[in-house]
């Protein structure tokens, strides 16, 4: 497995990496699998294993403890914090109160004394990102974090953190984790080239784009039933009479042609033109079952060739993501109030 640098600093992590959203209750409740999972993902190589105070409420994160519990040194532990995990309206955000009390939570769960990286899941639009980036700085001085970075921000948002830390001497964001995928490209059009100005890494996930490039959108018996499940769940992604998914569709199988021509099969294809780009640092496997593992491991060691990328860039245009509910993000300006974007007298 490829070993590279995150960001600006000396961290080596796999090129490869294990995301746990899928253990636990949300997917896979059964503990000891979810250990055995990621026992084989380290034992492949992998030594980033990603997860998240709020998947399956907290459960995700217990079954990774019990999975490194004897292996610590060697797991490079990544968690992430802000989305609600209770009824109260200061158990989610950005603010000091709250940070403090999901990382001793974090802490808890996973069975450790410190996280290696500690991300902020979301922007949090009611609270200063300074205030955000001051309480993490403290945690990383008093030793409960070594590093700390975001997930799906916007490029601005990202250049503001930067700049803050710096005026202020706080720790900066050494990565970025935003959704990546042949199906979503818009990415490469402004938020990888801040990743690259800052010396940011990016860690990306939903390289198979929600199940489009795995086979589990198309066919028959069983994988009719995982694409209609995911209909069910998010008609906006996989909706087929949504225009904008009817353009997917017909990417899909073009490019499910090219990899047949080049004799890779397309998750193979996914995974593989993801971590082609030089600003992805690692890409976040999001397995529930063993034999997805399994069957994704190899994409670590292709290289697709520049014709085949450019046979890529015909199909899906490169900057573009043809569904915006494929960004990964909602900006609250246009969707929550509307008093944010409308003056009054």
């Given at each position: ?115 290696d990286l500690y991300q902020v899941h979301r922007p949090d639009p009611e609270t200063d990102i300074d205030e955000t ?127 047949r021509e080049v004799g890779l099969p397309l998750p193979h294809l996914a995974v593989a033109f993801v971590m082609r ?69």
């Open positions: 497995m490829q070993m590279r640098n995150l960001g600006r600093t000396g961290l080596k992590i796999s090129g490869l990496a294990l995301g746990a959203m899928s253990l636990g209750a949300w997917a896979n409740g059964d503990h000891d699998d979810g250990v055995r999972i990621i026992h084989a993902a380290l034992d492949a190589g992998v030594n980033l294993i990603d997860t998240a105070d709020v998947y399956s409420r907290g459960e995700s994160e217990e079954i990774v403890g019990k999975a490194i519990k004897d292996r610590r040194d060697s797991v490079v532990l990544a968690t992430k914090f802000t989305n609600p995990m209770g009824r109260s309206p200061n158990m989610s955000g950005g603010s000091r109160r709250w940070l403090t009390m999901a990382l001793d939570d974090s802490l808890r769960r996973l069975g450790v004394d410190w996280i980036l001051d309480a993490l700085s403290d945690h990383v001085r008093a030793g409960k974090i070594r590093y700390i970075g975001c997930s799906t921000f916007r490029p601005h948002q990202i250049v503001e953190a930067q700049w803050v830390s710096q005026r202020r001497g706080f720790s900066r964001f050494v990565s970025e984790q935003p959704p990546y995928s042949l199906l979503a490209r818009g990415i490469e059009a402004d938020l990888l080239p801040v990743c690259q100005a800052h010396r940011m890494g990016a860690i990306t996930w939903s390289p198979l784009a929600g199940g489009w490039l795995s086979g589990a959108h198309g066919g028959g018996g069983e994988k009719c039933v995982a694409r209609r499940n995911r209909e069910r769940r998010n008609p906006k992604r996989f909706d087929a009479d949504q225009p904008a998914n009817q353009r997917k569709a017909v990417m899909v199988e073009a490019l499910s042609a090219l990899a780009h030089p600003a992805v640092t690692s890409v976040l496997l999001g397995p529930r079952t063993m034999e997805q593992l399994v069957s994704l491991l190899p994409a670590a060691d292709l290289h697709l060739s520049d014709d085949v990328l450019d046979r890529i860039d015909e199909i899906t245009p490169p900057g573009e993501t043809p569904n915006a509910a494929d960004t990964g993000w909602a900006d609250l300006h246009l969707l929550k109030d509307a008093s944010l974007r409308r003056r009054h007298a």
